[in-house]
């Protein structure tokens, strides 16, 4: 099997890489990742540098923030593109810019390597379940030696086109996701300061043409007023700014993300960015006076 390094270990990137350890793949973490040594207990090797793991392992990938500290791993600090060797494989599994990781792709090849965007949706619930889905972008061949280790972490695994395609379609995603969530925040607001029982308004909707998981899982959050984050509200945030950014680059006017992005900005400007996306409700509530 394929000795596999994999660097951020959150509140995602962590059952990710132990679904890959229970598969039986050896696995290399950074000592300094949070979550290093509860893994280190059920199998996995520890090392203190990205050129060690770049010595070791055959794929590395990547589960990180955003654009820059992907940008800092292999290019910056990391060290990643010096440290890999020809024929080893790049996976970043994180959800940064179309364009950083087409230029990503590009200094990878150069060096003899393969790399592929893989950006995932399911939340922190698909990646302990093993069922998020994974949007590729990247060579046929790539693909197809990555997807072993797919099928570790996720259930819906599609192979959209060239690099970049994968960040392109994770941008979709989130637009539909955000925009859903506003969706179910406003009705549920709605009814809540008409006096109606919203469980059982969110109960009805279920049953109809409403139906979504998002109005089945953040729904139930709102009722519950469970917002430990599954996903931050700042990192939807930033994947709405990466969504926009295309848009203003191919000239696509994208009006109701813009307004779901405006009332994430609020919610960060008001100190919630480490609440879950579904507390976009609070704010909603707190603008119609409840």
Do not use: W
């Not at 494989?89 to 994180?94: A, K, L, P, Q």
């Not at 919610?267 to 909603?284: K, Q, T």
């Amino acid at each position: 099997m394929e000795k596999i390094g994999f660097i951020g270990l959150g509140i995602m990137g962590k059952p990710m890489a132990r679904h890959l350890l229970q598969a039986g793949y050896p696995l290399f973490i950074l000592s300094s990742s949070a979550g290093a040594a509860s893994l280190k207990e059920e199998g996995a090797s520890i090392l203190e540098t990205t050129e060690a793991m770049a010595k070791q392992a055959d794929i590395i990938i990547t589960m990180l923030p955003d654009s820059p500290e992907v940008e800092s791993m292999v290019m910056g600090k990391g060290n990643l593109l010096q440290a890999m060797r020809p024929g080893s494989m790049f996976i970043d599994m994180s959800t940064i810019s179309p364009a950083t990781s087409m230029h990503l792709f590009e200094q990878f090849r150069e060096k003899g390597i393969e790399a592929l965007d893989a950006p995932v949706s399911g939340g922190q619930t698909g990646a302990e379940a093993a069922t998020l889905s994974i949007m590729a972008g990247g060579t046929e061949p790539a693909f197809k030696r990555a997807l072993p280790v797919f099928e570790k972490m996720g259930k819906n695994i599609v192979h959209i086109g060239k690099q970049g395609a994968g960040q392109t379609a994770k941008a979709c995603n989130q637009i539909v996701v955000g925009m859903t969530i506003q969706a179910v925040a406003e009705a549920l607001t709605l009814a809540k300061k008409s006096g109606v029982d919203i469980a059982k308004v969110r109960a009805a909707l279920l049953g109809g043409f409403a139906q979504s998981k998002i109005l089945d899982l953040h729904g139930q959050r709102i009722i519950d007023r469970n917002f430990k984050p599954g996903f931050k509200i700042k990192l939807h945030r930033k994947d709405m700014r990466i969504a926009l950014q295309a848009g203003q680059d191919l000239a696509v006017p994208l009006p109701g993300s813009a307004v779901v992005a405006a009332q994430m900005d609020a919610m960060l400007a008001a100190g919630n960015g480490d609440l879950d996306h579904s507390a976009l409700a609070l704010y909603l509530e707190s603008v119609s006076g409840l």
